[in-house]
């Protein structure tokens, strides 16, 4: 699949990101390269193989599934540049 320009602009504009216009045909083909690379990756047959979490047999660390706060809400909220009631405030971001 191929990125053009305009497509390029469009995936730039709703990243939030600013691209300079002389950079759009760059940011297009490495976009275009992505893309290539997940359609090779999709032809890989993969059936009956299990997913891995690593490259050598090993198993996940386990711990017990409890409900718990942490017991930390002073110490985290200390790095809050400001928390208010036991909360971080934020500017409001919704437009």
């Known amino acids: 699949m191929s990125i053009d320009i305009e497509t390029a ?5 709703l990243a ?5 216009e002389a950079d759009l045909p ?3 083909g490495e976009l275009s390269g992505i ?3 997940m359609e090779q990756l999709n032809e890989v047959d993969v059936e009956g193989i299990e997913p891995m979490t690593s490259v050598t047999p090993m198993r996940l660390k386990r711990r017990q599934d409890v409900v718990t706060d ?3 809400q002073d110490k ?3 790095n809050a540049p400001d928390a208010r009631e036991g909360f971080f405030a ?3 971001v919704v437009e």
């Open 9 to 13: 602009r469009r995936v730039a504009h």
């Open 16 to 20: 939030r990101i600013r691209v300079d």
């Open 26 to 28: 760059a940011l297009a």
């Open 35 to 37: 893309l290539t690379f």
């Open 70 to 72: 942490g017991d930390m």
């Open 76 to 78: 985290v909220l200390s």
């Open 90 to 92: 934020v500017p409001k």
